[in-house]
């Protein structure tokens, strides 16, 4: 059973526009999240990430919002960059599970030039 | 500059046949991972450890396993490779000095099983 879902598996945008990735989770464990970014033929590489203690965090043009009453959480990519097109995972973590990341499917963020 | 590297990064076998994948980090991190990534499943744990003799399973362990015998390496070994096991395998190391830490991964290995 996914714990971390992704709904969306594409998503394209104008360059300069605002890019909204969004994800789910269904387990109340989860206390910190994660954003991988992914380019073909390459691993994941660290994004940008929340605690469950804030719900927001920004990283230049990257934020990350999170609602712990909805289990659910975005980035927000301003502006948009051809740069960004990527796949885009969202990751979940539980204290009590140390370091593993449940990952969700993925989004596929196609920025237009 | 630290890396983790897997090799081959690309692989084709045959039902039946053993495959072992290669994992090496430089970083000197205790904890290491196995991850396959599948359309419509993200990334999926296989196995982890958290320091040298130490290994443990994760969410799709079946038919795999792995061994730690020094802090860089964590070889995966498919003892009797399926179609099933066709798939893009990432390996990944993270530190163990806090709660939270992020994963570096390697470049992924593709293999196909026939």
């Known amino acids: 059973d996914q714990q971390v879902k992704q709904n969306s598996p594409s998503l394209s945008v104008q360059e300069g526009r605002i890019s909204i990735l969004n994800c789910d989770y269904t387990?109340?464990?989860?206390?910190?999240f994660l954003w991988y970014k992914k380019y073909p033929a390459e691993g994941p590489t660290f994004l940008i990430s929340i605690s469950s203690i804030k719900d927001k965090n920004e990283d230049g043009r990257f934020t990350v919002f999170l609602n712990k009453s909805a289990k659910h959480l975005s980035l927000h990519i301003v502006p948009s960059q051809p740069g960004d097109s990527a796949v885009y995972f969202c990751a979940a973590s539980a204290r009590t599970g140390a370091n593993n990341l449940f990952f969700g499917t993925g989004t596929r963020l196609t920025v237009i030039p | 500059d630290a890396e983790i590297t897997q090799s081959p990064r690309h692989k084709i076998t045959e039902t039946g046949r053993q495959v072992t994948l290669a994992c090496h980090q430089t970083w000197n991190h205790n904890n290491m991972f196995w991850y396959r990534q599948d359309l419509g499943h993200g990334l999926r744990l296989i196995h982890y450890?958290?320091?040298?003799?130490?290994?443990n399973k994760g969410e799709v362990s079946d038919g795999y396993s792995v061994s730690r015998s020094n802090t860089e390496d964590l070889p995966l070994t498919l003892e009797s490779a399926a179609s099933s096991q066709t798939s893009v395998y990432f390996c990944?190391?993270?530190?163990?000095?806090?709660?939270?830490?992020?994963?570096?991964f390697g470049p992924g290995t593709r293999l196909t099983v026939l």
């Open positions: 450890s958290y320091g040298v003799q130490d290994t």
């Open positions: 990944a190391s993270s530190e163990s000095n806090g709660p939270y830490n992020e994963q570096f």
């Open positions: 387990n109340s464990m989860f206390d910190y």
